[in-house]
DNA sequence: GTCTATATCGAGATAGAC
DNA sequence: GTCTATCTCGATATAGAC
């Protein structure tokens, strides 16, 4: 059996009985690719970083591109949980209605927590945000065709706003996405070169507060 | 003299005395780049595509890196005149203090402009998009120290609105870029997927009000 | 499972004829 | 100024010893 086969290649979830190679790779090639960018680091980047032997990345998962796109899966469905698991919450405490200001915040919220400096999944948010520019063709398309977590929070956006056209609340997420796609290293440092220093990106729950009152005026206007 | 003098690196100024196919392969390179992305895209195909030699490139530019740099150069100077020309004729319709509505429009409306269906710097537009996340390493360092450009906006904004704190203007113009970045073919794509192809993207007109009604609604807020 | 050594390939750059 | 042919390098991937 090859160790790529889809049943042992869950890292994380057992990082004990697996091998423990494939999770130092894993996680050399998550932090590099998210602070270098894809095309700037070599396999031989990864396996000197975690400090294993240049042939692990093809052992463990066939290629660069594959190894690429397991972290990216990974990433991808952890995010998504994060998100759906806010936005039923607020669904329950709203008999099944919730409002503007809590599907905005469970859209936003999960990303911003990543986003918060000592947190564990900082360089993942990084990596996902690079996938929507730099990713592979299979990555791109994975994002421009799978919609299907996104349209739970549009129907409920709808349903929110039952005065305004359907055409105009898909308009209003793609603002909303723009907003959090901003939020990558590049862009925050150039904000703070533009605010000469004064704007906090370590204020997390400000920032959340910053979104939400932002994109829900936008969104009731 | 060498042809990469900047006196003759003009291009578009004078075509027809410069160099033709110096502009065969400019206009080659960046519709490629633009298209697929600036590490999928060779020198290679960039001559066969302008139906000149493999030494072009270097003979007229000096190197790859250099021809992006030059595109980049030239394209973002060309948008932010645009944009400097409209907010100056705002602010001289305005006594030289005009409302958050005609900035957010000079800051918006350009772009969109170049990104109409027929607009010849459609393809100029997406290159400059991505020239944010897969640009050089020189490319990025123009990215995120030169903001002169953005000042005058963040400036004509604080003027605006005098009861906000500035540190909270300059966040909301990082939301509006973010809303402007989002234009780009896979993002578009992305919200024809999850509208089922009832957002008009071709609508120019109609989503220029659109995210101006948006990030007016959020900077009032 | 892990390592070293190497095959193979595609890229950017350049030498030198015309 | 333009072309062909080629140099050189760095990358992924893999063969095969241990």
Redesign the pocket.
């Known amino acids: 059996m090859s ?1 790529t086969d889809p049943a ?1 290649a869950d890292g994380a979830e057992a990082p004990e009985v697996e ?4 999770n130092l790779v894993f996680n050399a090639a998550e932090r590099l690719f998210a602070l270098n960018g894809f095309q700037n ?5 990864i396996t000197a970083e975690a400090g ?9 998962f ?5 190894l690429l796109f397991e972290i990216f899966r990974r990433r991808t469905v952890e995010l998504s949980r994060d998100r759906a698991k806010m936005l039923h919450e607020a669904a329950d405490r709203h008999g099944g209605n919730p409002p503007v200001r809590e599907i905005l915040t469970a859209l936003f919220a999960p990303v911003l927590r990543w986003l918060s400096p000592g947190h564990e999944r900082r360089v993942s948010l990084q990596f996902l945000i690079r996938a929507r520019s730099e990713g592979t063709q299979e990555m791109r398309d994975v994002l421009r065709t799978d919609v299907s977590h996104l349209r739970r929070f549009s129907d409920a956006l709808i349903a929110a706003l039952p005065q305004l056209p359907p055409e105009e609340v898909y308009w209003r997420v793609h603002f909303a996405l723009g907003m959090i796609h901003q939020n990558r290293f590049a862009e925050l440092d150039r904000l703070n070169v533009l605010s000469e220093g004064i704007t906090r990106e370590d204020d997390i729950d400000g920032l959340l507060k910053r979104m939400v009152d932002f994109a829900e005026a936008g969104f009731l206007a």
């Open positions: 160790p042992t091998a423990a190679t494939k680091v070599s396999v031989r980047d294993v032997n240049l042939a692990s990345v093809n052992y463990h066939g290629s660069k591109d594959a």
